[in-house]
């Protein structure tokens, strides 16, 4: 298995720009989860997936930012619009039992300028 | 609610002295799982261990090790030995059930491991 896969790995963007994140978990695995992380504020859990339904999603900061997992092989993160402060390395994760714990990805480094 | 502490933010330790990292955690359930993740700095998140609530016995693996003691709520982590590609940032992580009957994760701060050569 390829692991869980992220695109893009970075993404430099304008203030005021939508950016797209993507996300495609490990086959088999039924939860979906995004992280972002900075310096500042360390890993937030921003929402998770179950069975591609959105259980939690009280991590999101603020309306700008939306995600969506319309089948069980894809997810998406979107900020609209972007601002600075959303600059932050943004990680998917996936599990297929809690007992295994997390696989992540890559994850996208977004800088917004 | 859970928590996960680590409360030391940067340990900086010479090549061959070994190291222990420290995790505090609270949870109100009986069943909960706790891990180890790894991020050297190129930035990926490793998964290092698990451990489940029922199972406090100590484990080893080469240069790792866990001590697990519910008594006291922690879940540290020792490297024997340690090497200079053992830089990285350490997170703990619990898991516990939510009342959907689904689970999440919630990580500690990290703590920052220098090994100086």
């Known amino acids: 298995d390829a692991g869980v896969i992220q695109s893009p790995r970075h993404e430099v963007t304008e203030m005021g720009q939508e950016v797209t994140l993507r996300c495609k978990p490990i086959s088999g695995h039924n939860s979906l989860f995004w992280y972002r992380q900075t310096m500042m504020r360390g890993l937030e859990l921003l929402i998770y997936?179950?069975?591609?339904?959105?259980?939690?999603d009280s991590g999101m900061p603020e309306d700008r930012f939306s995600a969506k997992m319309p089948n069980a092989s894809f997810s998406t993160l979107k900020i609209q619009p972007s601002e600075p402060r959303d600059s932050a390395v943004y990680f998917c994760?996936?599990?297929?039992?809690?007992?295994?714990?997390?696989?992540f990805g890559s994850g996208t480094r977004l800088t917004v300028v | 609610a859970q928590k996960v502490t680590q409360a030391q933010t940067e340990i900086s330790v010479v090549e061959k002295e070994d190291v222990t990292l420290d995790c505090v955690y609270e949870?109100?359930?009986?069943?909960?799982?706790l891990f180890w993740y790894k991020q050297p700095p190129s930035g990926e998140l490793v998964f290092l261990i698990r451990r489940n609530s029922f199972d406090e016995q100590n484990e080893i693996s080469g240069r790792y090790s866990w001590n697990f003691q519910k008594s006291t709520s922690s879940f540290n982590f020792t490297i024997t030995a340690s090497q200079v590609v053992d830089s990285a940032v350490y997170f703990c992580?619990?898991?516990?059930?939510?009342?959907?009957?689904?689970?999440?994760?919630?990580f500690g701060t990290g703590t920052r491991l220098k090994v100086l050569a």
């Open positions: 949870t109100r359930d009986t069943t909960y799982y």
């Open positions: 994760a996936s599990s297929q039992d809690r007992v295994y714990g997390y696989t």
């Open positions: 992580a619990l898991s516990e059930a939510e009342e959907s009957g689904t689970y999440k994760y919630i």
């Open positions: 997936f179950n069975n591609n339904v959105p259980i939690d």
